[in-house]
């Protein structure tokens, strides 16, 4: 997939490239709960995750269909949040631990109900 900069010299505008874009992004997971975790803000993004600090939290704003293929880089594992009241595998407000040098792919498949595909 191209990147938002890769779609902008095209002659795309910035908005809509920023939109399909994929954007790499490294996170470095913040907290132990939603409220402290670190932002997820690209559809690709890397997860290092350090001590006691182990939480990155999907965005509320993330439309139906779109994946997150997510890379946990750290020799400790990090939790992903759903942003709160919505489902994961369909238990409201849970969470997902990624392994350490493990992927994931994680999809709302329709509003407010993400699903998971752990890879191998």
């Known amino acids: 997939m191209?990147?938002?900069?890769?779609?902008?010299?095209?002659?795309?505008s910035p908005f809509l490239a920023?939109?399909?874009g994929n954007?790499?992004?490294?996170?470095t997971c913040a907290g132990t709960t939603l409220g402290t975790a670190?932002?997820?803000?690209?559809h690709i993004p890397e997860l290092v995750a350090a001590g006691g600090a182990t939480g990155a939290a999907l965005p509320s704003t993330a439309k139906v269909g779109t994946p997150y293929y997510i890379y946990c880089?750290?020799?400790?594992?990090?939790?992903i949040y759903v942003p709160s009241g919505q489902f994961?595998?369909?238990?409201?407000?849970?969470?997902?631990?990624l392994a350490?040098?493990?992927a994931v792919i994680m999809i709302?498949?329709?509003l407010n109900n993400w699903s998971t595909n752990l890879t191998a």
Do not use: E
């Open 2 to 12: 191209p990147t938002a900069t890769d779609l902008c010299g095209l002659g795309m």
């Open 18 to 20: 920023s939109v399909i």
């Open 23 to 27: 954007d790499p992004q490294t996170v």
């Open 38 to 42: 670190a932002a997820i803000r690209s």
């Open 73 to 79: 880089s750290s020799s400790t594992s990090a939790v």
């Open 88 to 97: 994961l595998n369909t238990v409201q407000n849970d969470t997902f631990t």
């Open 100 to 102: 350490q040098k493990k």
């Open 108 to 110: 709302q498949y329709k």
